[in-house]
């Protein structure tokens, strides 16, 4: 029987910390504390994200000052190269590892080339953005992909770029290549290796009504490949049921404090929440176990104890014959099981018993 399986949990700090780099580090540390795998951050410079122009999600102006522009809100949350060194030293000191998603393929790069991350997280946002997932692919970093907003044949367009910039070296890109290197063997190959898809709803706090969860088993049915969830929506029960579902990956947001101004910190959970869903998933992935069914070690000593054996209903002479009247089930399960109750029927009992003896 093989071990639990591990489901990846990354604790979403996103821009949480409000652009500080204290709440930052500090974020690292509940984060590890809690039993989360991985922390993730969020790397762009506003100038390459959003136009000056750009009008706020509604959630966002829910959330934030109302009079200031995307790119002005987005502008006091942007972490800088010595900020991004520091919380990937101290996750380096915590033993929890680091995720950044990039929002433009110069932070992809500077994530991919500067610091060296093994894995890269592509934003829901971006599923429709070739120039980002061309880049990812040709970094040949892992991808977590969220595919919150989006259709099935989106996605697999998404991960047609993938394949391409995986496989096909510095060929021209275009939509035909991008198709072709879907269908190739080693186009999909490289994409079953290297990317994971997440599941979302993209809306802040998602409606349960709208989660859809059982959209995690459609897209690792349709592309082979691992899925996991990003979660939205208020609470743990959603990502809990997604670990048991079968999860490869579950990202939740997280905030110091949930009263803290800024776009996401009133859908995220506290730390004290963090820690239960940490521990729920982790109780889920040993709850899971395989697929055999057989007896648990834990319950052997209660087989006993709970079943039942074939018991002599009245006095049974040796030799006499058992019948409907001398023959009954009782516990404890220490003799003949009672599924041989029809077998021993008119048979000759080959020993004398008396009333609520166990048959043996």
Same mark, same amino acid.
């Given at each position: 029987m093989s071990g639990p399986r591990h489901t990846e949990i990354i604790a979403e700090a996103g821009v949480n910390h409000n652009g500080s780099l204290d709440r930052a580090l500090e974020m690292v540390d509940v984060a590890a504390e809690a039993g989360a795998d991985t922390i993730k951050f969020q790397t762009f410079r506003s100038e390459h994200l959003v136009t000056r122009a750009a009008p706020k999600a509604r959630y966002q102006r829910q959330t934030t000052d109302g009079d200031d522009t995307q790119f002005e809100m987005l502008?006091?949350?942007?972490?800088?190269?010595?900020?991004?060194?520091?919380?990937?030293?101290?996750?380096?000191?915590? /033993?929890?590892?680091?995720?950044?998603?990039?929002?433009?393929?110069?932070?992809?790069?500077?994530?991919?080339?500067?610091? #060296?991350?093994?894995?890269?997280?592509?934003?829901?946002g971006d599923l429709t953005n070739p120039m980002v997932l061309l880049e990812a692919g040709r970094s040949g970093r892992q991808?977590?992909?969220?595919?919150?907003?989006?259709?099935?044949?989106?996605?697999?367009?998404?991960?047609?770029?993938?394949?391409?910039?995986?496989?096909?070296?510095?060929?021209?890109?275009?939509?035909?290549?991008f198709e072709a290197a879907w269908v190739k063997p080693e186009g999909r190959a490289a994409v079953t290796r290297n990317v994971v898809v997440l599941h979302c709803t993209t809306e802040y706090p998602a409606?349960?009504?709208?989660?859809?969860?059982?959209?995690?088993?459609?897209?690792?049915?349709?592309?082979?490949?691992?899925?996991?969830? /990003?979660?939205?929506?208020?609470?743990?029960?959603?990502?809990?049921?997604?670990?048991?579902? #079968?999860?490869?990956?579950?990202?939740?947001?997280?905030?110091?404090?949930? #009263?803290?101004?800024?776009?996401?910190?009133?859908?995220?959970?506290?730390?004290?929440?963090?820690?239960?869903?940490?521990?729920?998933?982790?109780?889920?992935?040993?709850?899971?176990?395989?697929?055999?069914?057989?007896?648990?070690?834990?319950?052997?000593?209660?087989?006993?104890?709970?079943r039942k054996s074939l018991t002599a209903a009245a006095e049974i002479a040796a030799g006499a014959p058992f019948t409907e009247r001398n023959l009954t089930v009782k516990r404890p399960g220490t003799g003949a099981s009672p599924m041989r109750y029809w077998d021993l029927l008119g048979r000759a009992s080959d020993r004398a018993y008396k009333t609520d003896e166990t048959i043996e």
């Open positions: 502008r006091r949350l942007e972490l800088d190269d010595s900020m991004h060194r520091a919380l990937l030293a101290r996750c380096r000191e915590r /033993s929890i590892k680091f995720l950044s998603t990039p929002f433009d393929p110069r932070s992809l790069r500077y994530l991919a080339e500067d610091l #060296g991350l093994p894995v890269l997280k592509i934003s829901s991808v977590i992909l969220s595919t919150g907003m989006a259709t099935l044949a989106e996605v697999e367009a998404a991960l047609a770029v993938l394949a391409f910039g995986y496989t096909a070296g510095r060929e021209p890109p275009s939509t035909a290549a409606p349960f009504e709208d989660v859809n969860l059982r959209a995690m088993a459609t897209i690792a049915e349709a592309f082979d490949l691992r899925a996991g969830y /990003s979660d939205h929506t208020n609470g743990i029960a959603v990502p809990i049921a997604a670990a048991a579902l #079968g999860a490869a990956v579950i990202e939740k947001h997280f905030t110091l404090d949930r #009263g803290l101004p800024g776009p996401d910190h009133a859908a995220s959970l506290e730390p004290d929440e963090l820690n239960h869903m940490v521990r729920a998933i982790r109780e889920v992935e040993l709850a899971l176990g395989a697929k055999e069914k057989a007896p648990a070690a834990s319950e052997l000593h209660n087989i006993a104890v709970a």
